[in-house]
């Protein structure tokens, strides 16, 4: 088994939340900022971090944005959200193997939570990393790192981080371990590419050959 352990970004990759999150911004910036945002433009923040993404169109008000952001996602989250087909096949098929799953995600750990259990997906996982859990985010290795340290394992050739995002497969180089980018990502694939995953992933079961070595 060349992967015995597979960190997942949970937006984008795990569950289907880009409806939900492109809605959001389009919402708080144009009725706060009088902004009209394409969705190809806020794709490209996937990844990052809420309040360093609301500093860009607004560095004053970024507390502000990044609360009624929230507040918008919060009200429409649990009707909006859905798992991407063939995860939940792939993630039963991953544990019962003896691979060790873990979330690494960008967005608050109370609303990662609540994603996993809408879409039944929390068992799956032994631990769940969100942006209050670090003082440094994605693209800076922590969050991989302190997924680990939980895991009680270390950076290795044998350490997996997928996800569908720029920010994703930096923190996982950044650490130290393999990464993976997913096909079913709304981000340019050529920008995706420039971070240098080490493999793509077209479908969630083609996790399988990879980690499994099937």
């Not at 939900?20 to 490209?44: W, Y």
């Not at 994703?168 to 650490?175: F, S, Y």
């Amino acid at each position: 088994m060349p992967f015995s352990v597979v960190l997942f970004d949970l937006d984008g990759t795990v569950i289907n939340t880009n409806d939900l999150i492109v809605a959001s911004f389009q919402h708080v910036l144009k009725e706060n900022l009088g902004l009209d945002v394409p969705a190809a433009t806020i794709h490209r923040h996937f990844g990052e971090p809420l309040p360093r993404t609301m500093g860009r169109y607004h560095p004053e008000r970024a507390e502000e944005l990044t609360n009624l952001y929230r507040v918008y996602n919060l009200a429409n989250h649990d009707a909006l959200v859905k798992e991407f087909e063939g995860v939940r096949d792939t993630l039963e098929a991953l544990r019962a193997a003896g691979v060790r799953l873990g979330i690494v995600t960008s967005k608050r750990r109370d609303l990662a939570l609540r994603g996993l259990r809408v879409t039944n997906l929390a068992p799956f996982f032994e631990t769940v990393v969100g942006m209050d859990d670090t003082e440094k985010h994605k693209p800076e290795p922590e969050p991989v790192l302190l997924a680990l340290e939980r895991l009680g394992r270390v950076p290795g050739p044998d350490v997996l981080m997928v996800g569908d995002s720029t920010f994703d497969i930096l923190c996982g180089r950044n650490a130290g371990v393999k990464t993976a980018a997913v096909g079913w990502t709304v981000i340019d694939r050529l920008e995706l590419a420039g971070a240098g995953p080490d493999a793509w992933v077209e479908r969630p079961q083609e996790l399988l050959s990879l980690v499994l070595d099937k």
